[in-house]
C-alpha cells in the first residue's frame, strides 16, 4: 500500500522526539503541522497559525466541502510567505530550519516561525572606536543584511543566497552593489560557492578557505570585518560581501593588503591624524615582525651599526648571561608565545593572576637568575604590542616574527633583508580575483592613493578603487564642480 | 609592465649595478679622473639607447626570440641568445659578488658563504622565476626607500668630501681613459638592459628613457665625485661605493653606523637588479633552447651564477685583471654582433618586404607562459613566425 505524505515524514524522523505533531480537522480534511518546538517561535505558532485555524475548521461544514491549501494559504495565513514544498526531503530541511509545515490532502507547505536566539547589537571587541557607529554584526544572518539594508536604501544593492553544508544547511548570502561591483568576480565568488561540497559550515572561515586562490594559504587573502558602516564603505567601493548565518564575521572580497593598514577611526578624525596613524601602523607591523631578529643580528654580528654608548650598555646588560643571544631571545619569544596562548584559554578571573606570574617570572625572576637580560624582555614586550597595530594578521605575523629572529641569529642582517625580500616578492605575485595585493603602491595607481597612507578628506576621493570597481568608479562630483 | 615601471627598473638597475665594485676599480686605475670615465660611459650608452630604439621600431624583439622556419634564423638567433645569455649571467654575477663583499666583513668572515649564499641565491632564483613583472612590482614599491637612502647617502657623502680632488682639469689623459673604457667594458651595456627590458614594456619612449638614464647616470657620476673625493682616505680595495662614502659620513658624530641601514635598502635595489639580469639571462636561455623546460634551464642558470661565484669568482678583488681582460673581449663581441645581427634582421626584412609572411606576430609571443610557474611548454611556439 502506498504511503501517505503524513506517513513518510513521520517515517523519517522517527528517533527524533523534538518534531512534534498537531492534527486538526478529520476525515479529507485532517491538517497535519509538523515543527519542532524549539526552533519555532511559540507564541506566533499559537496566535497567528494554530488559533487562526482552528477558527478556520470551526467556520467550514467539514463533511460537504474539501478544504484546499491555497485557501488556507490565503484567508488564514496570508501574513506569512508561504510556499509549498515538494519533496520529502525538503519538508523535513524545513522543519529542521525551524519553519512548521502543514500537510493537507497530500500537500505541504512550509510556514517559516523560527526562532532565533541571538544577542543584541553591540559593538565588536576588536574594531572599538572612539569617534563613529558602534553597531556590529551578530550571529543572525538577517539581522545583519537588516543592518546593512538600513544604510543602503538602494534596489542596487543585490543578494545571491546559497544553503551550504549538506548536514548544517547553512544560509549564506552574496551582497554586492549592482553596477558598481565587478560581475566577473562575482561570477568567480559565485561559481566557487557553488563547488563547495562539505558537511557542514560552521563559521565563515570555513568559506574563507574556499575562497582563497593560490596553494600556499599563509597569507590573508579575504578580508573580514565585523562592523556594518565598514562594510557599507567596503560595497561602495566595490567590493562584494560575503554573509554566513551562524557568524559575525563578514567575509569581503577582493582583498587587498591595504585594507588591514586602515581603521574606522580614520574616517571620524582629521585626515592629517588619519596619515600620522597608518604610517605608525606600517612601522609598527615591520616593527613588531623584524625587531627581536634585527637586535639578534646586531648583538651577534652586526654590533658597528649600534652607536658606541649604546652598545656598552647593552653589553653591560647582557654580562654574565651564559646563553647565546638567538637562544635568548627565542625563550622570551616562547614565553610571550605561551602566557598568550595561555591567557586566552584561562577565566578571566584567573587573567589578572597569569598577568602577575608572567610579570614577575619574566620581568625579575628569570633576569635575576641571568637566563635572559632586560634588552631582550623590552625588544620583546614592543614587539609583541606592535603586533596589535594590525589585529587582523596577527597570526601571520606571529610566525614571521619568529622566522626573522631564527635568520637574524643565524646570518644576521643579511638573513633578514633577504628573507624579507623573498617575502615581499611573493606578496606582490598575489592576486585576490585578479586584484594585486599591493595596490595602490604596487602597481601605481595615483587616484587610489587618495585614501592611503596621505588620507585626503572626503571630498577629494571623487573615484573608486580602478582595480575593485567596474565602471562605475565616479563616487562624487569634483570639489570645483560641487562648487 | 607599465611605462612607469620600466623607468623605475632602468634607473634604480643601473645605479645599484654601478655603486658597487665598478667605481672602486676605476678610481684604482684612473684616480681623479673616474668620474670622466663616468661621463664617457654613460655618452657611448646613450648612443646604444638610441640605436635600440631605431632597431626596435623597425623591428619587434619578441620576434626574434621565436623560433622560425629559417633554419639560418634559426642558428643565428641560437647564437645572439647565447651571447646575450653570457652578457646578463656576468652582469647578474657581477651584482651577486658585491653582495657577498658587502656582508664579508660582518658576516662571512665566521660563517660559509658557499652554504649560506644559497639563501640568496634562492631569493634571487625566486625572483627572477616569478617574472619581469613582479620585479618591476618590487622596484616600485622599494622605489623611494631606495632613493631616500641613496639621496641621503649622498648628502651625506656631499658635506665630507673633498671635491678639490678632482682639479685640475686639464690634466685629464683621455688616452688612458679610453684605454680603462675597454678593460672594464663588461660593466657596458645599460641599452641591453632597455633593448631586453622592452619585450615586457609598453608604451616606452625614447626621450623619457635618456632622461632617466642620463639622471641616474649624473647621480652617479656625482656619487662618483664623492667617493673620489673621500677615497684618499680609506684603503685602495674599497668593497663598494656605497660603502665607502657612508662609512666616512656619519663618523664624526659618533651616533654608530646606523647609515648601514641605508645601505641595506640600497642593497634591495641590488638584489632585485641581480634578479633582472638573471630573468634575462633565462629568457635567452629559453629562446636559445625552447624546447626545453623553463623550470630546468632557470635552475640550470642559477646553478651557473651559484658555482661561477663559489668556485670562480671567489675573490673578485684578487682576480679582478684577470676577469676584466677576459671578460672585455667577451662583453665587445656581445655588444657589437647583437647590434649587427639585429641590423641585419632589419635588413633582410625590409629587402623582403614584398613576402607576406615576413609580417611579425606580436600577440603570439615566444615567451607566452615564460613567466608563469607552471612548467608547461609554452604553447606559442609556432614556427615560421618570421615566415623567411
Redesign the interface.
Known sequence: MKKTLVEKIKSKYTKDSQIKTVELGNGENKITIFYIESLVEKSLFSASVLSPLQEFLKTQNLEKTKIKLEKIKTEVLSLFSIEEVKETNNILKDILCGSAVLVIDERAMSIPLYKTEKRSVAEPPTSKVIKGPREGFVEDIFTNIGLIRKRLKTPNLQLVDFVVGKQTNTNISVVYLKGIAREDILDKIIKRLKKIDIDGIIDSYYIESFLEEGRIKFFKRVGSTEKPDILCSKLLEGRIAIFVDGSPIVLTLPFVLFEDLQSSQDYFTIPAMATFARIMRVFGLIFAVTAPGIYVALQS??Y?????N??ISILSSIEGLSIPPLVEILVVLFLFEIITEASLQMPNSLAMALSIIGALALGNTAVDAGIISPPSIVVVATSSVALYVIPDEISENRLMRILFTL?GGI?????V???F??I???L??IKSYGV?Y?VP????IKSDKKDAFIKQDVQSMVSRPKLLAGSNLIRQKSKEKQK | M?A??FYIVLAISVITMKMQKLPCLVAGELGKDSWIFFLVYTLINIIGIVLVFVILKRLDLKSVLKSSKNKFFNILRFVLMVVTLLYFLVQALLVYEHIQGL?AN??FD??SWSF?SL??I??VF??AH?GIE??A??F??YTWIIVVSLVLLAIFGATQTNYSVILPLETIDFGNILSKLQMFSCWFGDFFLVLYLSVKARDIKLSKTLFVYTASMMFMTFLVVVFIGIYDKVAPLAPGLISVISEQSLLDL?????D??LI?FT??GA??ACAVNLYFANLCLHSAFPKARPIYLKVFNVAILYVLDIFLLVDLNAKIRFFCGFMCYVTNVVSVFTLLVLFGIILFKSIKKDDKNIGINTKKTALKGFNSRDNKKPKSLIKGDLGI
Request: proline content about 5%; charged content about 10%; aromatic content about 18%.
Open positions: 654580528y652586526n658597528r651599526i649600534l652607536p658606541i649604546f652598545l635568520l646570518i644576521g642582517l643579511y638573513g633583508v633577504v628573507a625580500i623573498i615581499v616578492s611573493y606582490t605575485s594585486p599591493f603602491y604596487a602597481p601605481d | 607599465s612607469r615601471q656582508f660582518t658576516l665566521s660563517l649560506f639563501l640568496l634562492f631569493a625566486f625572483l616569478r613582479n620585479i612590482l618590487n616600485e614599491l659618533s651616533i654608530g653606523r646606523v648601514w641601514f641595506l642593497e634591495m638584489i632585485l
